[in-house]
């Protein structure tokens, strides 16, 4: 267990409409990144939100937003949904675990998102 | 091309044998470079993370890392069946909340 909550589990939507998805990250982690995965590939980076900034941003369009609270807990938005959001979507939260101060991330359990 | 590649898979070894995963990566930049393990429905776990060039150990997890190759591998020695899943090669710089990953290799480990 990683300390990564994110809700809901599963979800399922139809085309045009829109989702929010939420996760807590672990506890002293302020910093969150969220990840698309499709069936049968890797994670692909969304954004990362750290002390409730957009902290970079992969390549996704507009239609992909999100938030982060004081207490660093984040959202996924998704509006407009399309048959190809269909995926897991990962939530990762981040900490320092080396002494040379380099990152490693922790993830949730995900979100599966089935767009009909 | 992609990034990040690993060998295509499906990997397939006996119980007890040595299971080699392999990867490659195109920016040279990358500092920081992981491996996941992740059992079919569910999350990404971090089994190992690697920074420097040579080789890594944790219990019967090797990861080695070649920067002028831009290859990274896992080895796992003794394969047991409960190791069989996809593994995830994973790069990034100082921050690995923005890794890019490879597209991973399943690996079997028949009884």
């Known amino acids: 267990e990683t300390g990564v909550t994110q809700s809901p589990t599963h979800l399922i939507k139809t085309r045009g409409q829109q989702v929010t998805l939420r996760c807590s990250s672990q506890?002293?982690?302020?910093?969150v990144s969220w990840y698309q995965q499709a069936l049968g590939q890797g994670p692909q980076f969304i954004f990362q939100y750290y002390r409730e900034e957009e902290n970079g941003r992969g390549n996704f369009p507009p239609r992909f937003s999100g938030l982060q609270f004081p207490n660093y807990s984040s959202e996924l938005n998704v509006n407009a949904l399309e048959l190809d959001d269909s995926a897991l979507y990962l939530c990762?939260?981040?900490?320092?675990?080396?002494?040379?101060?380099?990152?490693?991330?922790?993830f949730g359990p995900g979100t599966r998102l089935t767009v009909l | 091309q992609k990034e990040v590649e690993q060998n295509s898979g499906p990997l397939s070894v006996p119980e007890g044998a040595i299971a080699s995963l392999n990867c490659t990566y195109s920016?040279?930049?990358?500092?920081?470079f992981f491996w996941y393990r992740q059992y079919s429905g569910k999350s990404p776990e971090l089994i190992m993370f690697?920074?420097?060039?040579g080789d890594k150990e944790d219990g019967r997890f090797t990861a080695q890392l070649n920067k002028a190759s831009q290859y990274v591998s896992l080895l796992i020695r003794d394969s047991q069946p409960s190791d069989s899943a996809t593994y995830l090669c994973?790069?990034?710089?100082?921050?690995?909340?923005?890794?890019?990953f490879g597209d991973g290799t399943t690996l079997t480990v028949k009884p």
């Open positions: 690697i920074y420097s060039n």
């Open positions: 990762a939260s981040t900490g320092t675990g080396t002494s040379r101060g380099t990152d490693t991330q922790y």
């Open positions: 506890s002293g982690h302020n910093t």
């Open positions: 920016d040279r930049g990358s500092q920081s």
């Open positions: 994973a790069v990034s710089g100082t921050n690995a909340g923005k890794s890019t």
